[in-house]
């Protein structure tokens, strides 16, 4: 900071340098020459480590002696996996930090899915399985296969990720190259990949003899929607099989009849089954509204998953995004509002969470306003407390000391008419947590970070 500072002709104020400093980095992110990390005011002069970590964490999901693809959480934030002696940082603190922003990343590209168990949470990557199905290659129920161009094994890996955050859609059985989903309806639906050449590749798609058309096409809906966006040209092309004997019909002999205007034939194999050629009508309907709501709800599943392991690297770093300013009669609302914001991966300094038993209130209580870059000072239906003005007058002096740490007052559920605000937060603009619109949690967000949430 001072070495850019040097080289200002006159020096400007200290936020408006800071302003010009991170604009600085900002155009050289876009060009790949350092990377910002998402907490911290941490910035990586070796953007390649991410790429070394990731790939050094993926190894090591493969090589999971089960042949199940996944690591451990704990090991991956903890750089417990093999990684290149001369690739590694040797500063541990550095390294967590960077760790942390590994496994951001890997859940952000949705390479990899965050799964808690019993005793643990892992880390699955869906593209690393190597056990074999019981009954591979074949697929029983093979419904519709998918040719498209494209990198295959990101297009799966996405796509089992999405599916298994759908929640219409369980994660059952992962194997190498394959995986199958319970359907909220009914159902065991599977999709299974193969590479057909270099740069191309084939989806198939397969269900169990319980699950529903309407599951089958919602299924297939969604899997259509994901390579039409993440693939090159798709061709599809349905099977057509014997429901007596299993016996599949070539794709030549299927196009070779529908040619010549047939649509049903009788298996050539057993005689006794009339296969049907061509698709009847649509008995089910539109289904895009449920797609609409899958690609939603796997959204917003990958959006907590990455705020969770944010959350996590930004406690570690004693770095948080506002200090909760509060009456403790009004607590049950102010616990609600922090749930809210580390949802988004906003970190709020709350005394329950933040004091430890035995230390001194006053004083950690004055530190975590000292550590935190915003404040946000709740007035509710109780009033403000004695501790509650105290607190304020610490952040009126801490806001007057750096012009760039934001005050929002909040004005809280159930409080009658205007409150009277101190005279301090009269300057700063107010957020009403007693109206809808505009959404009150979405406008506090806007005030900690600067951004608003809906122009992220």
Known sequence: MHSFRRTQLEAPPTDELADKFGACIGRLESVGVVRRMSYGDYVLLRPELLDSYASSLVQAAKDEPDGLGFVKEDDALEGNFRIPKDERLTNPQQERILLNAVVQELLRREIALKEVTDREVDLIFPSQFTRERPDAPRLPGQDVVFTFDGHLYSIYSTLAVRLSHSRFFERHEMWHNSATYKADAGGLCGIAIREVEEGKGELALFYDESAIPLVRKQFEAYVVEHLQQRAGEVA???????????????????????????????????????????????????????????????????????????????????DYDVFLCHNVKDKPQVLEIAQELEARGILPWLDVHDIQPGSRWQQEMAKGIEKSRSAAVLIGPAGPGPWHEAEMELINDWSARNRSRRVIPVILDGTESEPELPGFLRVWSTVDMRTADPDPIEQLIWGITGQHPRWA
């Open 236 to 318: 599809t092309r349905r099977v057509r099989r014997c429901g007596l004997c299993g016996y599949t019909i070539p794709d030549d002999l299927v196009r070779g009849r529908i040619e010549r205007g047939k649509q049903k034939m009788t298996c050539p194999q057993c005689d006794d089954f009339v296969i049907t050629l061509v698709d009847g009508p649509d008995e089910v309907g539109d289904v895009r509204p449920v797609v609409e709501q899958m690609n939603s709800n796997a959204d917003a599943r990958r959006d907590e998953d990455v705020a969770a392991t944010t959350l996590r690297g930004k406690r570690e770093a004693g």
